[in-house]
């Protein structure tokens, strides 16, 4: 390690303030995928639609969504939309471009998990005299949330990790706090050590939680 | 009552059904019999309104089905409809497959909803099944959860779609044993069926259709037994 | 002496062009780098007993689970530290590839597990030899499975590379960043930026997606 020595005091000291970083990421993360998730609904049923715009728009959204980088999508809500004289704050940067891919991903995620429910299903549930809007939230709806369980925990786990882009324009969540902070004392190696087993503990913590949930809400199979 | 008169439907070129006329009382059995294809799922499809039709009318209780004015789900609520698949729904308990409808569609509370369900599971012979999912049970005891979901919205008629060819034989009895239960209970019941023999028994009447035309009809023994129409006796040719 | 900020002029071109070639020269190292290592991590997790498999687990999950960005910081911190201080394109490329290969094991490894197995001896018992069966039976079913989450990684890694500028490497984002600094036209030049990755990005997933049908087959 050469002549390097490690000070760990300073980074315990800030702990806290570290804490609470992680706390703007997870805030951050959440808020985007409940987002996320209700315009991914709208947009998969877009897409599925038999009308013409709101499968242009669908399309265009999940496509752009899918294929450019969220670095730019941060960016893009950070300095490109003050040329229509919208100036965001780090946070809700942050929060519109993760919201806009959380919601191109699901898009087709959900669209997948739409596509395997029988039809019979709505046929079952129509014959029975409930409303197309019943039908989605009883029956359609909770079976398709199901179906796509996991690939909806892994979009949550890549909000919590892009999130530290945050870095970049600023913003006060787990990455930009620890930036903020080793820029203080210079000890850049420690402070970043402890930001990534955060991430790391996190990360671990949601798989874990996602699964005694998954136990708790799923038992029928389907 | 309902009154089938004139129908003509098709998918895309395919005609599938070319004019069809029935006519069903309340409290009356109706069994549909005919070759796979003929059209007979279609009519049922067409009667609830989840198929449209293209020529004619079916009238259910003076209400026209595919009239735009018609609210379908109102008039679903008194047409139950069992399906060859039961269709039963897999994330929910077998209680609550049952009582779910009579709650958001018939806006019963929680407690009645489940009282409720609880009888039909139990006219079903479903007494110790009400907290299991759906798919622990074999596929009799499905169809006969399909039958008490459906009967817990009190129907006045009920519509079913070949409810035992998707059963294994030695399940097939358990489903006809709750059919002969809803008749003698003086339930108006249409069932596309390919039990010639339970049709023969549990039916006022028997409508032969080949090719989306309904051949022959009249009371149950007679057309299964002494057919008039030749292609009637060519298919029970077949099927006996 | 000029104003602080001049407009975007023609003269930009070959300082833009510079950030698009260490885009796609970083990109294609790290994926072409991180499927190889991939490949033979891949190999060993599938051949390997649940320990071994479990450590090797722990250490590439790692990989995956801090962000790429938080990676790039401590290891251009860390090989400052030791007094071996490397530049931004040795760093970022080294990283990116570990990175890429976490994700490619798995890939693999998958690929492997359908193979492995029934199929081998299945190939066998209709008298091909080892290298007739790895021909006809185990590749196209390996590339079956592989192929379509492999361009996934792939694509992924495109994007993510544009991270690499965070430790001061001049792709493409960073070129333009620098270019909106100069300019104050940030609208027009992340556009252009935007539509780069489109053009690279869009194509290929479609193309990924067509093998994926064709091979559905």
């Known amino acids: ?222 | 009552m309902i009154q089938i008169q004139g129908v003509h439907k098709s998918f895309g070129d395919l005609e599938v059904l070319k004019g069809v006329d029935l006519e069903v009382d309340k409290g009356e059995v109706v069994s549909i019999i005919g070759g796979s294809g003929s059209g007979k799922s279609t009519l049922l499809y067409c009667i609830n309104g989840i198929e449209n039709i293209q020529k004619g009318k079916i009238v259910v209780d003076g209400v026209d089905v595919h009239d735009k004015a018609t609210d379908l789900n109102k008039l679903r609520q008194k047409i139950g409809m069992v399906f060859q698949q039961w269709n039963s729904f897999p994330h929910l308990t077998v209680l609550e497959n049952v009582a779910l409808a009579p709650r958001v569609v018939l806006g019963k509370g929680k407690k009645e909803a489940n009282e409720l369900a609880k009888h039909h599971l139990r006219h079903v012979g479903l007494d110790d099944k009400f907290d299991v999912y759906p798919t622990q049970m074999s596929g009799g005891q499905q169809q006969r959860l399909a039958i008490a979901r459906t009967m817990a919205m009190n129907p006045t008629y009920m519509l079913l779609d070949e409810i035992t060819s998707a059963l294994d034989p030695e399940l097939v009895g358990e489903v006809l044993d709750t059919l002969r239960l809803l008749r003698d209970e003086g339930m108006s019941m249409i069932c596309v069926t390919h039990e010639m023999a339970f049709a023969k028994e549990v039916s006022d009447k028997v409508a032969f259709v080949e090719e989306g035309i309904i051949e022959e009809i009249g009371e149950a023994v007679q057309v299964i037994e002494n057919p008039v129409n030749e292609k009637t006796k060519r298919f029970l040719s077949k099927v006996l | 002496m000029g104003s602080l900020f001049t407009p975007l002029s023609w003269n930009d071109t070959g300082f833009i062009l510079q950030g698009v070639l260490n885009t796609v020269y970083i990109s294609v190292l790290a994926i072409v780098v991180g499927s190889v290592l991939g490949l033979i991590m891949g190999f060993i997790r599938s051949i390997s007993n649940n320990y071994t498999n479990f450590v090797l687990g722990s250490v590439l999950d790692i990989l995956r689970i801090v962000p790429l960005i938080i990676q790039l910081i401590l290891f251009s911190t860390f090989v400052g530290v030791i007094g071996h201080p490397l530049l931004p394109f040795a760093s970022g490329s080294i990283i990116l590839s570990l990175y890429t290969m976490a994700f490619m094991t798995e890939v693999f490894r998958a690929g492997f597990d359908n193979v492995s197995g029934s199929m081998r001896i299945a190939a066998r018992s209709l008298g091909m030899n080892y290298r007739q069966s790895i021909r006809y039976v185990v590749l196209p079913i390996g590339m079956r499975s592989v192929f379509p989450s492999w361009m996934g990684v792939a694509l992924s890694v495109i994007k993510d590379s544009a991270l690499v500028s965070v430790i001061g490497y001049m792709e493409l984002l960073r070129t333009s960043e620098q270019l909106i600094t100069r300019t104050q036209q940030p609208l027009e030049i992340l556009l252009g930026v935007g539509l780069f990755y489109f053009l690279i990005s869009y194509p290929l997933s479609e193309f990924g997606r067509y093998v994926e049908r064709k091979m559905a087959i």
């Open chain 1, 1 to 222: 390690m050469g002549d390097y020595e490690f000070h760990w005091l300073i980074v315990y000291q800030a702990l806290p303030q570290m804490l609470n970083g992680a706390f703007v990421t997870l805030h951050v993360a959440v808020f985007s995928m409940l987002l996320g998730i209700a315009f991914g609904v709208l947009l998969a049923l877009g897409k599925m639609s038999k009308y013409r715009m709101p499968n242009i728009i669908a399309t265009a959204w999940v496509e752009i969504a899918r294929n450019t980088p969220a670095l730019f999508q941060i960016y893009m809500a950070y300095f490109g939309l003050g040329a229509f004289g919208i100036h965001l704050s780090p946070y809700m940067a942050v929060l519109c471009a993760l919201t806009f891919v959380n919601s191109g991903y699901l898009t087709e995620t959900f669209r997948g998990g739409f596509q395997a429910i029988p039809r019979t299903q709505y046929v079952a549930s129509w014959s029975l005299g409930m409303k197309k809007v019943q039908s989605y939230r009883y029956i359609i709806l909770p079976q398709m949330f199901r179906r796509v369980y996991y690939p909806m925990t892994n979009q949550f786990i890549w909000s919590i990790l892009m999130s530290s882009l945050g870095i970049l324009v600023g913003m006060g969540e787990l990455s930009g706090e620890t930036q903020r902070l080793q820029s203080l004392s210079f000890r850049t190696l420690e402070f970043f050590i402890v930001a990534a087993i955060m991430y790391y503990v996190i990360t671990k913590l949601v798989l874990f939680s996602a699964d005694i949930m998954s136990r708790r809400l799923f038992k029928g199979e389907i």
